[in-house]
């Protein structure tokens, strides 16, 4: 079976500094990993995919992630936080095995001045 | 603006009625999901269409959950009788296929009183 887990279910940063939000996974088949982000009452936007190939990944607004298998992890980053990324990170991974989607709890990032 | 659309955005009913909720995926896209979300959780599959065809129902409550997507384009998700603890949000994704990123529209805020 797959799973993911998001070390902290909340995290807190000042602007301007280093925003790391944790994904682990579970998987006996090489997975595909996917960070999305919500806002408040909307739907998830896809921040970034790992599907093969090069394993740091680079997304929309200035996040990246590093798959690292030996780790089973997939930590997303950003260097320099901003108040607009305030916001809800679900990670989730892929296998062909279970052939579908499956999200850790999220992490809510709030960014504070 | 989320290129899956799903009305309504919001829903207040009492236990016991029944509600639904439409998704339109992303024109072409031949897979379409229905997640639930509770507060401070991720999105859980409730069920999975390629084309007109279930492929995943395995967590939906068929007790009193029904979901169809008759001609393999949009979509219907149907709760009868609601009860309290099916508060949550109703999200609906679309894909191209199995594996591939899934987009997903505003969700439905479902509260049952």
């Known amino acids: 079976a797959q799973s993911v887990t998001q070390l902290g279910s909340h995290v807190s940063v000042s602007e301007g500094a280093l925003v790391l939000l944790r994904c682990n996974y579970s998987?006996?088949?090489?997975?595909?990993l996917f960070w999305y982000v919500q806002y408040p009452n909307q739907g998830l936007q896809l921040l970034l995919k790992?599907?093969?190939?090069?394993?740091l990944v680079k997304g929309i607004n200035g996040f990246e992630a590093e798959f690292k298998k030996s780790e089973t992890s997939f930590h997303l980053t950003k260097p320099s936080a901003h108040m607009s990324d305030a916001a809800e990170f679900l990670c989730?991974?892929?296998?062909?095995?279970?052939?579908?989607?499956?999200f850790g709890t999220g992490t809510r990032l709030q960014v504070t001045l | 603006e989320a290129e899956v659309a799903q009305s309504p955005r919001y829903k207040i009913t009492e236990k016991s009625q029944a509600v639904a909720f439409w998704c339109d995926p992303i024109?072409?896209?031949?897979?379409l999901y229905w997640y639930r979300q509770i507060l401070g959780q991720g999105p859980e599959l409730l069920v999975q269409?390629?084309?007109?065809?279930?492929?995943?129902d395995s967590q939906l409550p068929k007790d009193r959950f029904s979901a169809e997507r008759l001609k393999g384009v949009d979509s219907t998700l149907k709760i009868q009788p609601a009860e309290l603890g099916d508060s949550a949000m109703y999200l609906c994704?679309?894909?191209?296929?199995?594996?591939?990123?899934?987009?997903f529209g505003d969700g439905t805020r479902l509260s049952i009183l």
């Open positions: 994704a679309s894909s191209l296929g199995q594996g591939q990123p899934q987009h």
């Open positions: 998987s006996s088949v090489p997975p595909y």
């Open positions: 790992y599907l093969s190939g090069s394993t």
């Open positions: 989730a991974v892929f296998t062909g095995t279970a052939s579908k989607l499956t």
């Open positions: 024109s072409g896209h031949a897979t």
């Open positions: 269409f390629q084309d007109e065809s279930v492929v995943d």
